[in-house]
């Protein structure tokens, strides 16, 4: 199942013909979403040579980029028969 078929079952809501849970897979909708926010801060760390964003801040990131970006393997079990 490529990303586009992906995109169009979670528009129209079919959740069953998703590989698996639709957490788990990557979702291009919510990463336009958040790309803004990498944006910004990126271009504030350019701004300010030697600048890093607190540790909450990057947990928040690191999350927000496993949460968009999907896992990178699913288990065989979750794949329909």
Do not use: C
Not at 9 to 17: D, F, I, P, T
Not at 69 to 75: K, L, Q
């Amino acid at each position: 199942m490529g990303l586009a078929a992906i995109v169009l079952a979670r528009r129209l809501r079919l959740h069953s013909a998703l590989p698996a849970p639709s957490q788990y897979l990557p979702d291009p909708d919510l990463s336009e979403s958040y790309s803004e926010v990498f944006l910004r801060i990126a271009n504030l760390a350019k701004a300010n040579p030697g600048w890093w964003p607190p540790r909450p801040w990057r947990r928040l990131l690191a999350g927000m980029h496993r949460f968009m970006g999907g896992r990178t393997r699913i288990p065989g079990a979750w794949e329909p028969a």
